[in-house]
């Protein structure tokens, strides 16, 4: 079964049962952890919600604000977490460290997760179904501007495409290219351009056009 992503199906990525294998196993480790007494049910359930609660739209304030803040945009390339600290935002996940990498005319970012699924969820929510199948991780290697097709973005031959694998350690930020013909807009107008998938890499901001055209 396929998912669908913004309108489009990806059959050559989403196709694999991955969902019910990390459910089972998510499963086994909670039973684990439990029975071991390094924490409670109640534990677990609270760390769900505060992972639940997170959404794209919190990557999405971050990139608006490097949009229109050219010295926040500065910061968080060169150091990415005190910048995200301006925000209130910190990775929930202490050990590990960000970088952000910012699309231009001249070199596009695609990240994957070779192994599993490391992905800075304290700004973007849960990884989707598609970033962690067996597909996706080894097609996004082998063939990115393939992947990036499917997902309907067509990226030109003379840009170069980097591929980032995200680790345990370390895992990465995409700041997408501003739209063309959003000068006039407010910060929180630019977010509304911003999905999950332009901060992964496998597609670009939405455009003013396209928003209006959904609408």
């Not at 990525?13 to 294998?21: N, P, R």
């Not at 990415?80 to 596009?108: C, K, M, R, S, W």
């Not at 980097?162 to 000068?183: F, I, K």
Request: include cysteine; glycine fraction near 6%.
């Amino acid at each position: 079964m396929t998912e669908a992503h913004d309108g489009h199906q990806h059959p050559g990525i989403d196709g694999d049962d991955g969902q019910t294998y990390y459910a089972r196993r998510a499963q086994a480790i909670e039973a684990l952890l439990v029975a071991k007494g390094i924490c409670t049910t109640g534990e677990v359930q609270l760390a769900m919600e505060q992972v639940e609660a997170r959404s794209p739209a919190d990557g999405a304030r971050v990139v608006a604000h490097a949009w229109v803040d050219a010295g926040f945009k500065t910061r968080l390339l060169s150091d990415p977490i005190p910048a995200l600290a301006e925000l209130g935002y910190a990775l929930a996940e202490t050990t590990t460290q960000l970088e952000v990498v910012e699309n231009t005319d001249e070199v596009h970012h695609l990240v994957v997760c070779t192994l599993c699924s490391c992905y800075p969820s304290t700004l973007l929510g849960r990884p989707p179904d598609w970033y962690k199948s067996l597909a996706y991780r080894s097609r996004a290697v082998a063939d990115p501007r393939g992947v990036m097709r499917e997902f309907g973005l067509n990226v030109a031959e003379e840009v170069k495409v980097r591929v980032l694998d995200s680790t345990a350690d370390l895992r990465y930020l995409v700041l997408p290219r501003r739209p063309a013909g959003t000068e006039g807009l407010s910060e929180e107008e630019l977010a509304k351009l911003v999905t999950r998938d332009c901060m992964i890499g496998v597609t670009d901001a939405l455009s003013p056009v396209s928003m209006a055209s959904s609408a």
